[in-house]
């Protein structure tokens, strides 16, 4: 999401809900901040939401990643 609001407008009704949800990292912007996807689940599926967490992490090693250098940095 381009600001927090934005953010906001996404994330909000998910937790007003009782859904359970999960950020995950995807990538690097162009200036070299981090980009995410929300994981949302059915209801009272929270096992379900942190093994697809946790399978996205072990097929892409997220961790292992660094951002790139910054602009002008």
């Given at each position: 999401?381009?600001?927090?609001?934005?953010w906001?407008?996404?994330?909000?009704?998910v937790?007003?809900?009782?859904?359970?949800?999960?950020?995950?990292?995807?990538?690097?912007?162009?200036q070299g901040?981090?980009?995410?996807?929300?994981?949302?689940?059915k209801?009272?599926?929270d096992?379900?939401?942190?093994?697809?967490?946790?399978?996205?992490?072990?097929?892409?090693?997220?961790?292992?990643r660094?951002?790139?250098?910054?602009?002008g940095?």
């Amino acid at each position: 999401m381009d600001t927090y609001h934005r953010w906001m407008e996404v994330v909000t009704p998910v937790s007003l809900s009782g859904s359970p949800a999960m950020s995950v990292p995807v990538g690097f912007g162009a200036q070299g901040l981090p980009m995410g996807v929300q994981i949302i689940g059915k209801r009272q599926a929270d096992l379900a939401v942190l093994q697809l967490a946790y399978a996205y992490e072990q097929a892409t090693q997220w961790v292992q990643r660094r951002p790139p250098a910054l602009l002008g940095a």
